[in-house]
Nanobody
Framework: QVQLVESGGGLVQAGGSLRLSCAASRRTFSSGAMGWFRQAPGKEREFVAAISWISTSTSYASSVKGRFTISRDNNANTVYLQMNSLKHEDTAVYYC????????????????????WGQGIQVTVSS
């Protein structure tokens, strides 16, 4: 079993920045990927960004591309999401997720590919 713990959320003004962290209890897998998803009130959970554990491959939702950056520290089993130029519409609960199976690029945004999830952390952007 793998535990994922998010940190770094909070309240920020529009245009500001936050960095989310996701610490895994252990190095999950020899392959797979880590991702960030978010869910706003009354909306479905949506893909934000993902990164491969074994390559430099990353993927972003169009709504955050150019503003958010995902990165990882393999030694610390931690994945980060740097969020810049935040907008009110970025307000949501952000979830970290880990997938153990092999990922193709088209898989990064699929919720069903991720078999471990964090508890979620609130990000609120005031307008």
């Amino acid at each position: 079993q793998v535990q994922l713990v998010e940190s770094g959320g909070g309240l920020v003004q529009a245009g500001g920045s936050l960095r989310l962290s996701c610490a895994a209890s252990r190095r999950t897998f020899s392959s797979g990927a880590m991702g960030w998803f978010r869910q706003a009130p009354g909306k479905e959970r949506e893909f934000v960004a993902a990164i491969s554990w074994i390559s430099t491959s990353t993927s972003y939702a169009s709504s955050v591309k150019g503003r958010f950056t995902i990165s990882r520290d393999n030694n610390a089993n931690t994945v980060y999401l740097q969020m810049n130029s935040l907008k009110h519409e970025d307000t949501a609960v952000y979830y970290c997720a880990a997938g153990s199976s092999r990922f193709y690029y088209s898989d990064y945004g699929r919720l069903s590919k991720y078999n471990y999830w964090g508890q979620g952390i609130q990000v609120t952007v005031s307008s």
